[in-house]
């Protein structure tokens, strides 16, 4: 199970908490962990990515492990440990303001 971390405005779009568990078939990519939690939440469909393009949505950054992966390739494998359920992939909000 991969454990995924969401922020607070997800969370109440899919109406969870802030870590949920996920199965994800086949090599853990950063596309495969936001279609398994796009498809067990329909709510977040278009929330983290653009519908058209698949583009991760500005305001929003993925990080595992300590590192940022937002600018990742969507097929690169994510780390062995978020891949094994020992580290959560992590979708976090950015803040902007001015």
């Known amino acids: 199970m991969i454990q995924v971390i969401i922020?607070?405005?997800?969370?109440?779009?899919a109406k969870t908490g802030a870590e949920v568990a996920l199965e994800v078939e086949?090599?853990?990519?950063?596309?495969?962990?936001?279609?398994a939690?796009?498809?067990?939440?329909?709510?977040?469909?278009?929330?983290?990515?653009?519908h058209v393009t698949?583009?991760?949505r500005p305001f929003l950054?993925?990080?595992a492990c300590g590192e940022d992966l937002s600018h990742?390739?969507?097929?690169?494998?994510l780390p062995?440990?978020?891949a094994a359920g020992k580290e959560p992939f992590m979708i976090v909000g950015a803040i902007a303001g001015g």
């Open 80 to 82: 062995a440990a978020v």
């Open 54 to 56: 698949q583009r991760r």
């Open 72 to 77: 990742d390739a969507p097929d690169e494998p």
């Open 26 to 35: 086949g090599a853990v990519t950063q596309r495969a962990v936001l279609d």
């Open 7 to 13: 922020p607070f405005h997800l969370q109440t779009l």
């Open 37 to 50: 939690l796009e498809a067990r939440y329909p709510a977040l469909r278009g929330t983290e990515r653009d």
């Open 61 to 63: 950054r993925f990080f």
